[in-house]
Protein backbone atom coordinates (compact mmCIF):
# COMPACT_ATOMS: atom_id res chain seq x y z
CA UNK A 1 0.00 0.00 0.00
CA UNK A 2 1.54 3.38 -0.89
CA UNK A 3 1.41 6.02 1.44
CA UNK A 4 3.05 9.49 1.73
CA UNK A 5 2.99 11.32 4.79
CA UNK A 6 3.83 14.95 4.72
CA UNK A 7 5.30 17.33 7.99
CA UNK A 8 6.55 20.41 8.78
CA UNK A 9 3.50 22.74 8.36
CA UNK A 10 2.39 25.53 11.16
CA UNK A 11 1.99 29.23 11.62
CA UNK A 12 4.86 31.82 10.61
CA UNK A 13 4.79 35.39 10.11
CA UNK A 14 5.09 36.59 6.17
CA UNK A 15 8.31 36.87 5.42
CA UNK A 16 9.34 33.43 7.29
CA UNK A 17 10.20 30.08 6.15
CA UNK A 18 9.44 26.76 6.33
CA UNK A 19 10.53 23.39 5.09
CA UNK A 20 8.17 20.40 4.54
CA UNK A 21 8.62 16.98 4.18
CA UNK A 22 6.96 14.27 2.62
CA UNK A 23 8.07 10.65 3.08
CA UNK A 24 6.64 8.38 0.69
CA UNK A 25 6.40 4.41 1.78
CA UNK A 26 5.05 1.09 -0.53
CA UNK A 27 6.05 2.11 -3.75
CA UNK A 28 9.33 1.25 -4.88
CA UNK A 29 9.57 2.32 -8.53
CA UNK A 30 12.61 3.96 -8.73
CA UNK A 31 11.28 6.28 -11.43
CA UNK A 32 8.49 7.89 -9.85
CA UNK A 33 8.06 11.35 -9.85
CA UNK A 34 6.87 13.75 -6.71
CA UNK A 35 5.24 16.61 -6.53
CA UNK A 36 3.81 19.37 -4.09
CA UNK A 37 0.63 21.20 -4.27
CA UNK A 38 -1.53 23.51 -2.18
CA UNK A 39 -5.21 24.15 -2.19
CA UNK A 40 -6.45 27.05 -0.21
CA UNK A 41 -10.30 27.09 0.47
CA UNK A 42 -12.39 28.19 -2.21
CA UNK A 43 -9.53 27.08 -4.67
CA UNK A 44 -8.49 24.84 -6.95
CA UNK A 45 -5.28 22.54 -5.82
CA UNK A 46 -2.14 24.38 -7.61
CA UNK A 47 1.19 22.48 -8.80
CA UNK A 48 3.71 24.27 -7.27
CA UNK A 49 6.99 22.09 -7.82
CA UNK A 50 8.33 18.35 -8.24
CA UNK A 51 10.74 16.00 -8.88
CA UNK A 52 10.95 13.74 -12.30
CA UNK A 53 11.80 10.30 -12.29
CA UNK A 54 15.35 11.51 -13.00
CA UNK A 55 15.75 13.80 -10.26
CA UNK A 56 15.21 16.92 -12.38
CA UNK A 57 13.06 19.47 -10.56
CA UNK A 58 10.24 21.67 -11.89
CA UNK A 59 8.91 24.78 -10.75
CA UNK A 60 5.40 26.82 -11.61
CA UNK A 61 6.07 29.86 -12.01
CA UNK A 62 4.34 31.38 -8.99
CA UNK A 63 6.97 29.65 -6.80
CA UNK A 64 9.82 30.10 -8.37
CA UNK A 65 12.80 31.79 -6.70
CA UNK A 66 11.06 31.29 -3.49
CA UNK A 67 10.24 27.84 -3.49
CA UNK A 68 12.93 24.85 -3.62
CA UNK A 69 12.51 21.35 -3.92
CA UNK A 70 15.10 18.42 -3.38
CA UNK A 71 14.44 14.59 -2.84
CA UNK A 72 16.57 12.62 -0.45
CA UNK A 73 16.47 9.36 -2.89
CA UNK A 74 18.27 6.72 -0.26
CA UNK A 75 14.83 7.96 2.38
CA UNK A 76 12.65 8.31 -0.04
CA UNK A 77 11.30 11.75 1.42
CA UNK A 78 10.43 15.12 -0.55
CA UNK A 79 11.53 18.27 0.84
CA UNK A 80 9.66 21.81 -0.22
CA UNK A 81 12.13 24.80 1.59
CA UNK A 82 9.39 27.90 1.15
CA UNK A 83 11.11 31.19 1.74
CA UNK A 84 9.97 34.50 2.03
CA UNK A 85 6.20 33.54 2.67
CA UNK A 86 3.42 35.59 1.88
CA UNK A 87 0.03 35.86 3.52
CA UNK A 88 -1.47 34.32 0.08
CA UNK A 89 0.85 31.19 0.51
CA UNK A 90 -1.42 30.12 3.44
CA UNK A 91 -3.12 26.56 2.32
CA UNK A 92 -3.04 23.26 2.92
CA UNK A 93 0.25 21.80 1.11
CA UNK A 94 -0.10 18.36 -0.31
CA UNK A 95 2.51 15.71 -1.58
CA UNK A 96 2.01 13.52 -4.21
CA UNK A 97 3.56 10.97 -6.59
CA UNK A 98 2.53 8.59 -10.01
CA UNK A 99 4.81 7.29 -12.60
CA UNK A 100 4.85 10.54 -14.59
CA UNK A 101 5.71 8.19 -17.79
CA UNK A 102 5.65 11.78 -20.19
CA UNK A 103 7.99 13.29 -17.26
CA UNK A 104 6.42 15.62 -14.70
CA UNK A 105 3.61 17.80 -14.98
CA UNK A 106 2.43 19.54 -12.23
CA UNK A 107 -1.32 18.78 -12.71
CA UNK A 108 -3.13 17.26 -9.89
CA UNK A 109 -5.61 14.66 -12.00
CA UNK A 110 -1.65 13.29 -13.52
CA UNK A 111 -1.40 12.00 -9.77
CA UNK A 112 -2.83 8.69 -8.40
CA UNK A 113 -0.85 8.82 -4.76
CA UNK A 114 -1.37 11.38 -2.21
CA UNK A 115 -0.91 12.23 1.14
CA UNK A 116 -3.52 13.78 3.80
CA UNK A 117 -1.65 17.54 4.08
CA UNK A 118 0.11 19.85 6.25
CA UNK A 119 -1.40 23.35 6.80
CA UNK A 120 0.78 26.39 6.47
CA UNK A 121 -0.74 29.73 7.58
CA UNK A 122 1.05 32.50 6.81
CA UNK A 123 0.43 36.10 9.18
CA UNK A 124 1.05 39.58 8.38
Known amino acids: QVRL ?3 GGGSVQAGGSLRLSCAISGYNYNK ?3 AWFRQAPGQERQGL ?3 DGDGNPKYSDSVKGRFVVSKD ?3 DILYLQMN ?3 PEDTAMYYCASDSC ?3 IWL ?3 LFGYWGQGTQVT ?3
Do not use: F, N, T
Open 5 to 7: VES
Open 32 to 34: KCM
Open 49 to 51: AGI
Open 73 to 75: KDK
Open 84 to 86: ALM
Open 101 to 103: PGG
Open 107 to 109: EPI
Open 122 to 124: VSS
